[in-house]
């Protein structure tokens, strides 16, 4: 015959066990910023920022103008020479990756954040529709912050 112990077959009758809500981590906060921004070859649209313990994480949300996006399709088609499709996310990808990959972190004044800077990732990954960048978490943030790149910037806060 089948053993069934007392103890497992309690169980089936016990009321299920109540799960506590999680709770975020102190000091994890995150903030979406929405504005059209001329970033030259890219337009961005968005930034969403998580504030961690130890990291700031952006999400800029961006797209290549018409013309830079056909520009680089044609340079990646003759790299491709033939050899392989190109895709148009691809391309738009690479659009994208060029501004994010000189991007640094300032303050109001256009001063470099030192403190989120110093050994930090930056860009991280582009894709056709968005950028993402790592940094460290400060102290104390400035009332304003933008990626710069060149001449152009974004706020972030």
């Not at 999680?22 to 930034?47: F, K, N, W, Y």
């Not at 961690?52 to 491709?80: F, G, K, W």
């Not at 300032?106 to 529709?129: I, P, Q, Y």
Request: aromatic share 8%; with cysteine; net charge positive.
């Amino acid at each position: 015959m089948f053993g069934i112990r007392a103890e497992d077959l309690s169980r089936l009758f016990e009321p299920p066990k109540r799960r506590q809500r999680e709770r975020p981590v102190p000091g994890s906060t995150t903030q979406t910023l929405r504005a059209l921004t001329d970033l030259g070859e890219s337009v961005a649209s968005g930034v969403h920022v998580i504030y961690a313990s130890v990291r700031i994480y952006l999400c800029v949300t961006m797209e290549p103008t018409p013309e830079a996006l056909e520009a680089q399709a044609e340079r990646d088609r003759r790299t491709a020479a033939g050899m392989f499709a190109v895709d148009r996310n691809w391309s738009a990808a690479e659009v994208n990756a060029r501004w994010g990959r000189r991007a640094v972190l300032t303050d109001g004044e256009g001063n470099v954040l030192s403190e989120a800077m110093a050994g930090a990732r930056g860009m991280t990954d582009a894709g056709a529709r968005e950028v993402f960048f790592e940094f460290n978490a400060m102290g104390v943030y400035p009332e304003r912050m933008y990626l710069r790149s060149g001449e152009t910037r974004l706020r972030v806060r």
